[in-house]
């Protein structure tokens, strides 16, 4: 039966009556009072706040490891990559060669501590050295222009309050490792050549390789002691001694490349300044054999299976080093014969597998 026009209007008005009340209803449920409203703005403006100093901490760590990496970047290969090498070689000599009960740490852990150390000490050695060169002159402007005082990326005094940072920091981190005193050895030795050196220039090509043949003992020392306190013991302290006398010995043929920023730092004097270029060479040279021969010596004296043959490895290596000193003079040939001289250091640092 089709409903009339007062039934069609009757149920119209009904209709829109609950719609009425149900879009009320979802309205009164959807409004937030103005409190929270208060609150939700609060908590967007904190998580802002907050990420905004995340992010600003994050960039500034960033910056410092980028300024770092420019601080050391010319001495990595002299000092974190034998240091590693030392490290992984104690730590296959523990757990492989000697058949060692001694439960050792992973190598990731120990090659993680060998390389933070040893990035602290030469951070903290080249610290030292590019201020103090830029008080006095400013060596590196002529030789290292990339370095971040000559490129205006830190300024003398942000390198000094870095130099206590770096310096307290790095003891701290050796005394946590067991090696406190040795980091601080090394640290009173950077503070000396660079700073009380300063005052005795005349004496620099005599400071500077005994200052090396200490940083090379503590290098080696403490990269041995991270994985294996036990191998620091009588034999392996002949080797390492005798390290370092070569490395003290070899330490000269970096003073060649660097002639014309010495002369302008504050009036250093290295074996080419003193001496004159060929007579510097000669003495280099003779110096590069006496490097070998102690090594030699040290290697007779340990009289293990494979010494003699790294004698003669080293020997070739030196002879080299000789001929290049000799025949190829130049800065950048220079640099090349010093940097060969310093991958002979890792090889030495690798025949302790089986020197000792």
């Known amino acids: 039966m089709k409903p009339t026009e007062e039934e069609e209007e009757e149920e119209e008005t009904n209709t829109m009556s609950l719609l009425a009340v149900s879009h009320g209803s979802f309205a009164e449920n959807n409004t937030c009072s103005p409190s929270e409203d208060m609150s939700e703005v609060a908590d967007e403006e904190e998580q802002s ?70 990035w602290l000490f030469i951070y903290a050695f080249t610290l030292a050295n590019q201020t103090q060169s830029a008080q006095n002159g400013g060596e590196d402007s002529t030789n290292k222009p990339s370095r971040p005082i000559p490129l205006k990326l830190v300024t003398i005094n942000g390198g000094l309050w870095r130099l206590g940072l770096v310096c307290t920091n790095f003891v701290l981190y050796g005394m946590y490792l067991g090696s406190g005193l040795l980091s601080a050895t090394w640290v009173a030795c950077a503070l000396i050549l660079n700073f009380v050196d300063a005052s005795l220039n005349s004496l620099h090509w005599l400071i500077k390789p005994i200052v090396m043949m200490v940083g090379t003992v503590v290098i080696n020392m403490v990269n041995i002691s991270i994985v294996a306190p036990s191998f620091i013991n009588y034999p392996t302290l002949i080797f390492m001694a005798a390290t370092a006398i070569a490395v003290g010995l070899g330490s000269s043929t970096h003073d060649h490349r660097d002639v014309e920023g010495d002369r302008v730092s504050g ?22 054999l006496c490097c070998w021969a102690t090594l030699h010596a040290s290697l007779l004296y340990l009289n293990r299976p494979f010494n003699a043959a790294t004698s003669f490895v080293i020997l070739v290596w030196c002879l080299l080093l000789c001929f290049r000193t000799w025949t190829l003079q130049s800065p950048s040939e220079d640099h090349k014969t010093y940097s060969l001289f310093v991958y002979l250091y890792s090889f030495v640092n690798i025949a302790y597998y089986w020197a000792v």
């Open 49 to 118: 706040i907050l990420y905004s100093m995340v992010t600003k901490i994050l960039k500034l760590i960033a910056r410092e490891i980028y300024l770092s990496y420019k601080f050391v970047s010319y001495d990595l290969t002299a000092t974190v990559l034998p240091g590693a090498l030392i490290s992984i070689v104690s730590h296959i000599k523990l757990n492989y060669m000697l058949g060692s009960n001694i439960k050792s740490a992973p190598l990731w852990r120990n090659l993680l501590c060998s390389i933070t150390w040893t």
């Open 267 to 288: 009036g250093r004097v290295t074996l080419p300044i003193m001496l004159g270029n060929m007579p510097a060479r000669v003495v280099t040279n003779f110096l590069l």
